[in-house]
């Protein structure tokens, strides 16, 4: 503002006295000394400006964003061998699939335990993948993109389960069989098929489930 205040007075005075004969060093001296102000005040405009644009953007780094803005959505699965410290990690996808799909919350857990055990990573001989252990072909056809994410692993598999329950017109173990032998078996043998594994699968899960 100062080095301003004085290139004005300088204007003026240099107006003043344009009629009047200078001579040619005064001329240069009062050229370099306006442009020497012209450019001091030039550099202190830009450096404001410079520290105005910093300041704004410092407004929008991630410190100055709400803390619930940074959480992610998806709860994290632990990988550790606490399955109840696992459990509780994923118990709010649990309970927007059961509410999503009208299922009783134990069962979507019972499910899990028996079919991975709670490992996001799991995959069976069988190509059987996650947490409620979705077949890729199955897994596709219910719109999974990823298969191993938690959310869309136990949002698909409830959504399963809820059709195979709706498709045997509330049968557990029917539709606990045709999840785990598929509904083409479950048709074909007029009820559990007479497979040891699909046997012994319904009856491990309807047991944690009831018990």
């Known amino acids: 503002m100062k080095s301003l205040i004085e290139l004005q007075l300088l204007q003026g005075m240099t107006r003043s006295n344009a ?7 005064g001329s240069n001296f009062s050229e370099i000394l306006e442009q020497t102000l012209l450019n001091t005040a030039k550099g202190n405009l830009e450096t404001t400006e410079s520290l105005n644009t910093l300041g704004a953007m410092s407004q929008l780094g991630v410190n100055f964003l709400p803390s619930t803005m940074t959480k992610s959505v998806v709860p ?12 509780t990690n994923i118990n709010g996808i649990i309970q927007q699939a059961a509410d999503t799909f009208k299922l009783p919350i134990k069962l979507i857990h019972s499910v899990i335990k028996h079919e991975s055990n709670y490992n996001t990573s ?19 056809g219910l719109g999974v993109q990823n298969i191993k994410d938690p959310l869309e692993n136990v949002m698909a598999g409830s959504k399963y389960l809820r059709q195979m329950l709706d498709k045997y017109n509330g049968d557990l173990s029917l539709a606990l069989a045709a999840y785990n032998a598929g509904p083409g078996n479950v048709d074909k043998y007029g009820g559990i098929p007479p497979f040891k594994e699909t ?3 319904v009856r491990k899960i309807t047991n944690t489930y009831y018990s």
């Open 199 to 201: 046997q012994n699968y």
């Open 76 to 87: 994290k699965v632990s990988h550790t061998k606490n399955n109840s410290k696992i459990e």
């Open 19 to 25: 009629e009047s004969p200078i001579p040619k060093s």
């Open 122 to 140: 799991a995959v069976s001989s069988a190509g059987a993948t996650g947490l409620m252990q979705l077949m890729p072909a199955t897994a596709r």
